[in-house]
C-alpha cells in the first residue's frame, strides 16, 4: 500500500513540473512574455479604427518595463499605412499586464481582407516569448445604391460581355433597374438589394425577349458595397442563367 501511495505522489510531482511547463506565463521563475486574445479587426469604409491589445508578463517588477515591438513583414498582407501601432510600450512598475493601441485605417484593404502579425523584439537574454499576434482585418462597406447606378458590363457565363445601364428606382429604396437584360430585349428588369445582409432578389417578372415571347424571369445573388459589383443566378424561364455585373 504504501508503495502504490509512492508511485501516486510521484506522479503527480510529475504532472505539476509538466504543468508549468506547458504554461509557462503561471510560472513567475519564468521571464515570458505573450499577447492576449484579441479579436480580428473590422474597419468601416473610409474610416479609421483602434483596437486595444493587452499583453502579459509572468513576473512582475518594481520598475517600469519597455517591451519592443515589430512587424513580421512575412505574415503581414496588409498595406504598411493600414495599420500603425507603438515601436515600443511599457509594463507599469508593480504589475505584469500592459497595453497598447493598433490603428487600422482603410487603406488598401481587399475584397477579401488582410493580415497583420506583430511580434515582440527583445534582445535581453533570458526572456521567452509566446505566440506572435496575428490579426485578420476586414472592411465594412454598408450599402450605397447609388455605388450601383451607371454603365456596366454583364457578364453572362457561357455567352460573354455585353452593354447595360442602371438606373434608381424613383419611389422604392434600394431598387434598380437594368436595361439589355439577357443581350436580347428592350424591357426593363428590376432588382431589389437588402442592405441588411447583402443579397439581392430578382423578383419573378415577365419580360418579353427579343422574339416576341414573354419570359418569366427570376433570380437572386450578392453584392459588394465596396467596389460596386453584383453576381446574379436565375431561375424560371432564364434558368441556369449566371450574370456578374461590373461597372465601367
Known amino acids: 500500500m ?54 502579459y508578463s509572468s513576473q512582475n517588477s518594481g520598475s ?13 498582407s496588409a498595406d504598411e499605412n493600414t495599420y500603425s501601432f507603438p515601436n515600443s510600450v511599457s509594463i507599469p512598475a508593480n504589475s505584469n499586464i500592459g497595453e497598447f493601441i493598433i490603428t487600422i485605417t482603410d487603406v488598401n484593404i481587399g475584397d477579401s481582407g488582410e493580415s497583420l502579425t506583430i511580434a515582440f523584439n527583445n534582445t535581453e537574454d533570458g526572456i521567452f516569448t509566446g505566440d506572435n499576434l496575428n490579426l485578420n482585418i476586414f472592411r465594412f462597406c454598408p450599402l450605397d445604391i447609388n455605388n450601383f447606378i451607371g454603365d456596366y458590363t454583364i457578364t453572362e457565363a457561357g455567352y460573354g460581355d455585353y452593354d447595360t445601364t ?35 432578389v430578382m423578383p419573378s417578372q415577365p419580360i418579353v425577349m427579343g422574339d416576341g415571347q414573354t419570359y418569366n424571369c427570376v433570380g437572386s445573388g ?13 431561375q424560371g424561364d432564364v434558368a441556369g442563367t449566371i450574370h456578374d455585373f461590373t461597372p465601367k
Open 166 to 200: 442602371i438606373t434608381l428606382d424613383p419611389t422604392i429604396d434600394n431598387r434598380i433597374w437594368v436595361t439589355n437584360f439577357w443581350d436580347w430585349t428592350t424591357d426593363l428588369a428590376y432588382y431589389d438589394f437588402n442592405p441588411e445582409d447583402g443579397t439581392i
Open 2 to 55: 504504501k508503495y502504490v501511495y509512492k508511485i501516486i505522489l510521484v506522479l503527480f510531482g510529475f504532472i505539476t513540473v509538466i504543468s508549468c511547463e506547458d504554461n509557462p506565463e503561471l510560472n513567475s521563475n519564468f521571464n515570458y512574455l505573450t499577447f492576449g486574445d484579441t479579436p480580428d479587426i473590422t474597419v468601416n469604409q473610409n474610416s479609421t479604427y483602434e483596437q486595444a491589445v493587452l499583453f
Open 222 to 234: 450578392t453584392y459588394n458595397a465596396c467596389n460596386g459589383t453584383f453576381h446574379m443566378e436565375y
Open 64 to 76: 517600469e518595463r519597455i517591451i519592443n515591438l515589430t512587424i513580421d513583414a512575412d505574415n503581414t
